[in-house]
């Protein structure tokens, strides 16, 4: 198998709604954008799937050390061998995959968060690097395509929590904000334990409120200029917008089921956006 080839198999089977944006890249841009969501999956699949912290952080340093390695010349992983050409003609960065690793890393320490100020650094290492990464891949222009970027990436990781609280309870994970929390009565053991109530679906309804907030932000920062040339970014909104949609008209079932959009769902939406240049 190549390294194009497990990065291309990495990504297809995460059934992630990125990979139906990437479809409508020109190969070059698709492949970079490919390979950096696939390494974003290796060091995120570390903290979800090993069981032992030790281990965990071992394997964390190991990528650490492979990504300063494959900026010198000397990948190892087949991640890594098909990242580099894609980081050197986009111009991507060591220390910007290094911020994805301390952003997984944090899973390993920290399990909640006082307010949303707390929780901005998480969301910043996870997430606002990863859209500013991705913008450059797409094919930025503007300078000013960063602060959306950024800040659509936070929008996609607050849908991504409001999405897996039921999961992330499961792991002793809560990220939605104790301030908020408290001021709904919400107590961190009804979570943990997935009990719902109305104080809950008050929260949800606030944090979807707040959410979508974050993709309005995000939109009125896109240049005119690079609109078309972030045309992944903006079907990849789409498609997160519309999961937002469905939590909220479902009532925020989110400690009993997974909300999901069908395959076919989200090809719809990014191709929606691809042809015809609207939500």
């Not at 009125?220 to 999961?243: E, F, H, N, V, W």
């Not at 469905?246 to 999901?260: C, D, I, K, S, Y």
Request: some cysteine; proline content about 5%; hydrophobic content about 45%.
């Amino acid at each position: 198998m190549t390294p194009q080839e497990y990065v291309q198999q990495k990504t297809a089977a995460s059934g992630s709604s990125f990979y139906y944006a990437f479809l409508f890249l020109p190969p070059p841009r698709r492949k970079a954008i490919t390979a950096f969501y696939a390494f974003c999956r290796e060091v995120d699949d570390i903290v979800d799937e090993v069981n032992e912290p030790d281990v965990a952080q071992a394997k964390l340093a190991w990528w650490r050390q492979e990504v300063a390695q494959a900026f010198a010349g000397q990948a190892q992983h087949p991640v890594m061998h098909a990242l580099m050409p894609g980081a050197q003609a986009y111009g991507l960065r060591a220390d910007q995959l290094l911020a994805v690793i301390e952003g997984c890393q944090m899973d390993l320490t920290q399990t909640r968060y006082l307010d949303r100020t707390g929780l901005e650094r998480y969301c910043h290492l996870v997430a606002g690097v990863v859209g500013e990464v991705s913008a450059r891949i797409f094919g930025q222009t503007d300078p000013a395509t960063t602060a959306y970027a950024h800040r659509l990436g936070l929008a996609f990781q607050w849908t991504n929590i409001l999405r897996d609280v039921g999961e992330d309870a499961l792991r002793g994970r809560i990220y939605l904000p104790i301030e908020d929390l408290q001021r709904h009565e919400v107590r961190a053991h009804e979570i943990l334990n997935r009990v719902d109530s109305e104080r809950f679906q008050r929260l949800m309804a606030e944090l979807c409120h707040y959410t979508q907030s974050l993709y309005d932000e995000a939109l009125a920062l896109l240049p005119a200029a690079d609109r078309r040339a972030q045309k992944p970014g903006l079907m990849m909104c789409s498609i997160y917008r519309t999961l937002l949609d469905e939590l909220e008209q479902g009532g925020f079932p989110v400690l009993r089921e997974r909300v999901a959009l069908t395959p076919l769902r989200k090809f719809w939406l990014a191709w929606k956006m691809q042809a015809l240049g609207r939500f």
